[in-house]
């Protein structure tokens, strides 16, 4: 089992930058697969990004390629989300997942704000 804690999210104004990262526990961490997933208010969980164990492979959906980079430190125990261009549709609060073996384990999730 994994736990994760989210930090970095926060106010920032459209077409700037933020950086979230996110801690995990436990001395497997290389062997999730990591991503980020966001929940604006009224809408569903959607995907965002994720990087491979090894952080050779990395996916990310239309809406965010270009923009969004996700980036992990197997050596701490981290995993990175760093958004450039941001709109004000990136407005939500963002989770942090690991994914191993059929198992999926959350972050508490931080908010994310882009103002226009």
């Known amino acids: 089992q994994v736990q994760l804690v989210e930090s970095g999210g926060g106010l920032v104004q459209a077409g700037g930058s933020l950086g979230l990262s996110c801690a995990a526990s436990g001395r497997t961490f290389s062997m999730y697969r990591m991503g980020w997933f966001r929940q604006a208010p009224g809408k569903e969980r959607e995907f965002v990004a994720t990087?491979?164990?090894?952080?050779?492979?990395?996916y990310y959906p239309d809406s965010v390629k270009g923009r969004f980079t996700i980036s992990r430190d197997n050596a701490k125990n981290l995993v990175y989300l760093q958004m450039n261009s941001l709109k004000p549709e990136d407005t939500a609060v963002y989770y942090c997942?690991?994914?191993?073996?059929?198992?999926?384990?959350w972050g508490q999730g931080t908010q994310v704000t882009v103002s226009s």
């Open positions: 997942n690991a994914h191993r073996n059929g198992n999926d384990y």
């Open positions: 990087i491979s164990g090894s952080g050779a492979s990395t």
